[in-house]
């Protein structure tokens, strides 16, 4: 059982930028894949981000070339640096994990139908 624990949310103005954190309870081994989703009221939870146990990534492309999802395996650590924030970029992001070397995919992005753990989130509020 991995525990999820997300931190760094706030409020910002755009153009801003804020970098979450997600600790994981136990040690990351390259057979867990991490994730980063969001979600607004009344939408479904999206993908945002993903990081598989080799280290490649996968963006959404809302978000391609502002965020950057990391991973510090020695800190059992997840990271997202959001920068040029946007107001629609505002949501409650939920870190996620999946024990398998790389995430299940469904059009290309992390699926939450295959996520096993999520956090509690974090929210990012982005005012214009």
């Known amino acids: 059982q991995v525990q999820l624990a997300e931190s760094g949310g706030g409020s910002v103005e755009a153009g801003g930028s804020l970098r979450l954190s997600c600790q994981a309870s136990?040690?990351?081994?390259?057979?867990?894949?991490f994730g980063w989703f969001r979600q607004v009221p009344g939408e479904e939870r999206e993908g945002v981000a993903h990081i598989n146990g080799d280290g490649s990534t996968k963006y959404a492309d809302a978000v391609k070339g502002r965020f950057t999802i990391s991973r510090d395996n020695t800190k059992n650590t997840l990271y997202l640096q959001m920068n040029n924030l946007k107001a629609e970029d505002t949501a409650m992001y939920f870190c996620a994990a999946e024990s398998a070397a790389s995430c299940t995919v469904i059009g290309g992005l992390f699926s939450a139908a295959y996520v096993e753990y999520w956090g509690q989130g974090t929210q990012v509020t982005v005012s214009s």
């Open positions: 136990e040690a990351q081994h390259k057979n867990y894949c």
